[in-house]
């Protein structure tokens, strides 16, 4: 069983900064892309961050300037800095990773997500 747990969520206000982690943990063998998405009330799921297993990261254009994405390998945990945080960006967030369990199994996981509120 593999799964993703997400911390760090947590009500800031507006101009604040935050930092999420994620820890893959269970039976696998390599874990390839790790990601940030998010998902506000009443709007579809969206991308944030992606971060691949040779820490090339790519972003949404709306957070680039404001979050960093970043991966520790040996502790197979991803984590999403943000700063300047704005009420629009209350939203829960989700880790995400592809994961190798067996030589012919792939998969990708979710993690149950962490609410993130800004106040203005």
């Known amino acids: 069983q593999v799964q993703l747990v997400e911390s760090g969520g947590g009500l800031v206000q507006a101009g604040g900064s935050l930092r999420l982690s994620c820890i893959a943990s269970?039976?696998?063998?390599?874990?390839?892309?790790m990601g940030w998405y998010r998902q506000a009330p009443g709007k579809q799921r969206e991308l944030v961050a992606t971060?691949?297993?040779?820490?090339?990261?790519d972003y949404a254009a709306s957070m680039k300037d404001r979050f960093t994405i970043s991966r520790e390998n040996a502790k197979n945990t991803v984590y999403l800095q943000m700063n300047s945080l704005k009420p629009e960006d209350t939203a829960v967030y989700y880790c995400?990773?592809?994961?190798?369990?067996?030589?012919?199994?792939?998969?990708?996981?979710w993690g149950q997500g962490t609410q993130v509120t800004v106040s203005s």
């Open positions: 995400n990773a592809r994961i190798r369990r067996t030589i012919l199994q792939e998969y990708t996981y």
């Open positions: 971060i691949n297993s040779g820490g090339i990261t």
């Open positions: 269970g039976r696998f063998l390599s874990i390839y892309d």
